[in-house]
């Protein structure tokens, strides 16, 4: 018994579709031959794509949206993240210029799973959401994200599941081997001198079949390196000053920088299918992503509190807002930063299916993953003199620019002269230091930091197993069953580490040798002009800078570094049933899970004695499961119109940087109000999942092979949502660090994360995909795929106080008009988003909630297959030329409820990529 399934088309129907792609990035061909009664017409590349994500969701018992590719590289951009952005109710937060991060219906990538051909997968974050961008397009051949949940999943999201799919070489049913091409021109040149602005991409794969069509293997390797310029303002924050009986707001710092980075990723995927019998079928697949993201970073830090006088010239009257001013004897810091984030991904699965008789089929799935994230930042400091005392000073003109965009400023001194502009901190901030140099009561206080090295690193691992069968019957309306049972354990690391960085020459300063300078930045785009550029790590790595543990001193580095351990063990029954109702088609599934998690956290419980951090481990369990009932319903009107329903009960588990068991910790010589002696803050390994109910309603019209519309109606019940608040725990056998010795009293009053408060969200989808054909046979080839989502929500927190979910945008717009005929194919690409809360990395790399400005990003791809263009040894090249953000939409995050204060405005540029691709 075969999981595959074939829909039956009704018999007015005149052509086959066949399952033939030869392009990569939406390319058309056409082939005719005959026979004595039918005609059959192959449609291929973008049209093709959407053909079979049409039927692939017309035939779902659950809703469900699909991207699919009959071949490897055959997704219809250039990342997978881009890709599942343009499905309805779906939208993407970029991170350096980068699609990257998927929100499902309003809420973030943490409350939803990603799954690799059904298994749950591990994540190079802190948390659970996974970051798409590294994993490649060029190797999937679709991606199915589940937005109502069936029994069977393994995985848990109060938004859905993302699954992703590589090919099965079997299904495939003949040789392939392909090669796919791509260079990359960034639309801003080099912004610093050591930087890139052209990348390339190449896969390169092979299907092939053996043993009578026993065996099959699919293999693919790519390799790319993507190039990314920013030009990115950024404000420290913003504070309110009285003058004159009135209140003002005013920035009181800022760090504008220019950023060149290189995204290199090397990927390799395996699968092999073996078949040796009708009653045998066994799947292994492999995949393994390298992966590694390098940044130069340059500019300034700008603060506001040095200067010795702050003149207001111009202020908003609505808000009182500064928005223009003059900062004299102002002390500018020079930034030079190289930053690394280095990855390794190994996924490997195996899954088993037989047979046991026509009505009875067990399945055995084993699958691990792994991946080991390390970041190394290192910013090197600059300026006219050490501290703030000394060196030559600035006068700085302020004015916030129109949209958003930030300050530009004026000023006076050359930031791009290395006589003037020499190694060594310009500003009081190291006082940290002040110990190790004896520099308490000297000249030099607070001056001996000349940079700083960040260094947190991640393990993630995913074990799973999975004992499962299903059994076709005829029981009244049910006609199979499945059931099984699994099991996975999951254990995420993360340790951070920070050196504060002093020149060996301190307290001198040292002019940038000749065999490091690299010549000049331009921030023009701020009015800042040129700024020195230089090899920092180079400077480094040959014994310039002197380093001192930030980890000894700093209770930080305790707190953010922690084990989290996860044991989930599930068991579920799921029934399919057909019936009639009224004379109309009735199917779908109804089913249980049960799911118990044994949670684990370990950390340490510090604080900072003496003037040095005294640790003790901590390690605290806990243990809870759920019960989650899930209906699907599908009735279908007609042969073309179908209205689904669908109810269930889902969990969401919390953050892991909020479940860990790193605290900062204190004992009191007398009880608080609880009665406790100890008070700590930090991560509450208490935490237990988010829970919703929730309900689906939608209408599909599937008027053509080509074409669908739908409306959907959905609502969620949300509950034991994650708010920041207070709770108690247990410290048992952790002693006091003052005195070494065990309190009889292990209770402690925490502050940090709790559950608690909640509260429902709404919204609605409306989405349509248009062939222009069913209008004129003239216009075959040209369509439209459009689709709109409303969401709203009302949550409160325990206290009663609004919220408003991360990820959340009231409104989501997709919209794709395309041309694809005689070989030739043009496309053009618009998703719009309104404002959200989004999460990106704050000081020292931890995940940080911003509110970010909406965004429309438009993208155009133009192609042509020459397989009908009648020159010889051609017929399996096509090329492709595409563009990207081609508006510039920037990226734009705010401090507060003004829209003026703006925290960041960072702007990318278009990317433009040419493409070939060849099968022999």
């Known amino acids: 018994m075969y999981d595959n399934k074939k829909r039956l088309l009704p018999a007015a129907i005149s052509c086959a579709v066949a399952v033939s792609v030869t392009a990569s990035y939406g390319v058309q061909a056409q082939e005719e031959s005959y026979d004595a009664s039918l005609e059959e017409i192959t449609v291929v590349g973008f049209r093709k794509s959407v053909m079979d994500s049409i039927s692939t969701k017309r035939d779902a018992k659950s809703v469900v949206e699909v991207i699919s590719a009959e071949d490897i590289g055959k997704l219809p951009d250039s990342s997978i993240a881009e890709a599942i952005s343009r499905l309805p109710g779906l939208a993407t937060q970029r991170l350096d210029g980068r699609a990257s991060r998927v929100t499902i219906r309003g809420f973030g990538e943490n409350e939803s799973a990603t799954t690799f051909n059904g298994r749950e997968q591990v994540s190079i974050g802190d948390n659970r959401g996974v970051e798409f961008d590294l994993y490649p397009s060029e190797i999937m051949s679709g991606v199915?994200?589940?937005?109502?949940?069936?029994?069977?999943?393994?995985a848990e999201g109060i938004a859905g599941v993302i699954d992703m799919q590589t090919v099965k070489p079997l299904e495939r049913g003949e040789r392939v081997v392909k090669f796919n091409g791509q260079l990359e021109q960034t639309g801003f040149d080099k912004l610093n001198p050591d930087g890139e602005d052209q990348g390339h991409r190449a896969t390169i794969s092979y299907i092939d079949q053996f043993a009578d069509d026993t065996i099959g293997v699919a293999f693919a390797y790519n390799t790319m390196s993507s190039p990314n310029q920013e030009e990115r303002w950024h404000a420290w924050g913003y504070q309110?000053?009285?003058?004159?009986?009135?209140?003002?707001?005013?920035?009181?710092?800022?760090?504008?920088?220019?950023?060149?980075?290189?995204?290199?990723?090397?990927?390799?995927?395996?699968?092999?299918?073996?078949?040796?019998?009708?009653?045998?079928q066994t799947t292994f697949d492999a995949l393994y992503v390298d992966f590694s993201d390098q940044k130069i970073l340059r500019g300034f830090d700008i603060p506001v509190y040095i200067a010795t006088e702050g003149i207001a010239n111009e202020i908003d009257p609505e808000s009182g807002f500064i928005t223009s001013g003059t900062f004299v004897d102002m002390k500018p810091l020079v930034r030079n930063e190289d930053e690394h984030r280095e990855a390794e991904l190994n996924s490997f699965g195996f899954n088993l299916k037989y047979d046991v008789s026509e009505e009875l089929q067990l399945e055995f799935d084993a699958s691990q993953s792994n991946v080991k994230r390390e970041i190394w930042s290192f910013e090197s400091y600059a300026g006219t003199g050490r501290g703030d005392s000394q060196g030559l000073r600035d006068t700085v003109t302020y004015n916030m620019g129109a949209g958003n965009s930030g300050a530009i400023f004026e000023h006076e001194l050359d930031y791009g002269d290395y006589d003037l502009i020499q190694l060594g901190g310009p500003l009081?901030?190291?006082?940290?230091?002040?110990?190790?140099?004896?520099?308490?009561?000297?000249?030099?206080?607070?001056?001996?930091?000349?940079g700083f090295i960040n260094a947190p690193e991640v393990d993630d691992e995913l074990t799973s197993l999975k004992l499962a069968a299903s059994q076709l019957m005829d029981v009244g309306i049910v006609n199979e069953i499945s059931y099984g049972v699994s099991y996975r354990?999951?254990?995420?690391?993360?340790?951070?580490?920070?050196?504060?960085?002093?020149?060996?020459?301190?307290?001198?300063?040292?002019?940038?040798?000749?065999?490091?300078?690299?010549?000049?930045?331009?921030?023009?785009?701020?009015?800042?002009?040129?700024?020195?550029?230089?090899?920092?790590?180079?400077?480094?790595?040959?014994?310039?800078?002197d380093l001192t543990t930030e980890s000894d001193i700093n209770l930080n580095h305790v707190t953010d570094s922690y084990s989290v351990n996860e044991t989930v063990t599930a068991a579920f029954a799921q029934a399919e049933f057909e019936t009639e109702v009224g004379g109309l088609s009735l199917a779908g599934n109804a089913g249980l899970r049960y799911v118990y998690t044994e949670q684990r956290s370990k950390g340490f419980a510090g604080q900072v004695i003496d003037g040095r951090?005294?640790?003790?481990?901590?390690?605290?369990?806990?243990?809870y499961s759920h019960l989650l009932p899930s209906l699907n319903l599908s009735l279908a009107l007609d042969e073309q119109q179908t209205v689904r329903f669908g109810a269930a009960k889902t969990i969401s588990r919390p953050r892991m940087d909020q479940m860990n068991a790193s605290l900062s910790v204190g004992y009191r010589d007398v009880a608080d109000a609880n009665g406790n002696y100890w008070g700590i803050s930090g991560g509450n390994p208490l935490l237990e999942p988010k829970e919703a109910v929730g309900v689906d309603l939608s209408y599909e019209n599937y008027f053509s092979d080509e074409g669908y519309f739908s409306v959907a109606l959905f609502w969620k019940d949300l509950d034991q949502w994650v708010f920041n608040g207070t709770y108690e725990v247990d410290l048992v056998g952790v002693a006091d660090p003052l005195t070494g010795m065990v309190p009889e009293n292990s209770r402690a009053s925490g502050s940090g994360s709790v559950n608690g408060g909640g509260g429902t969200l709404q919204g609605y989808e409306v989405s349509l995909t248009l062939p222009f054909n069913i209008f004129s046979e003239s216009l075959d080839g040209f369509g439209l795929l459009a689709s709109h989502t409303g969401v709203s929500s009302d949550i409160k927190d325990q206290n009663g106080n609004d919220f408003q979910l991360p990820g959340l945008s009231d409104s989501i717009q997709n919209l794709t008009l395309y041309y694809e005929n005689y070989g030739f194919s043009a496309r053009t690409s618009l998703r719009k988003r309104s404002d959200f809360n989004g999460e990106v990395y704050g000081i020292g790399f931890e995940s940080t909630q911003v509110d970010v400005l909406g965004e429309t990003i438009v993208d155009a791809q133009i192609g042509y297959d020459f397989a009908d263009a009648g020159i010889g040894g051609l017929e399996g090249l096509s090329v492709f030329l595409q563009g990207v953000n081609l508006t510039e939409e920037p990226f734009t995050t705010l401090s507060g409820d003004n829209e003026l204060q703006v925290r960041d405005y960072q702007s990318y540029g278009r990317t433009y990529l040419l493409g070939v691709s060849y099968e022999f």
Do not use: C
């Not at 199915?144 to 393994?154: C, F």
């Not at 951090?613 to 243990?623: G, K, L, N, Y």
């Open 428 to 450: 009081s901030w190291g006082g940290a230091l002040n110990d190790r140099y004896d520099l308490v009561g000297t000249e030099w206080e607070n001056t001996a930091q000349d």
């Open 240 to 280: 309110n000053v009285d003058a004159d009986g009135q209140s003002y707001s005013v920035m009181t710092g800022a760090k504008p920088l220019v950023r060149s980075s290189v995204l290199e990723r090397d990927s390799a995927m395996l699968v092999v299918e073996l078949r040796p019998n009708e009653k045998l």
């Open 613 to 623: 951090v005294v640790a003790e481990p901590t390690d605290i369990s806990h243990d």
């Open 144 to 154: 199915t994200v589940h937005k109502t949940p069936t029994a069977n999943i393994e």
């Open 489 to 545: 354990e999951r254990e995420k690391n993360r340790r951070t580490k920070g050196y504060y960085v002093t020149l060996d020459a301190f307290p001198g300063r040292l002019v940038v040798p000749e065999e490091y300078r690299l010549g000049t930045a331009s921030l023009d785009f701020i009015g800042m002009g040129d700024v020195i550029a230089y090899d920092a790590a180079g400077l480094l790595a040959d014994g310039y800078y």
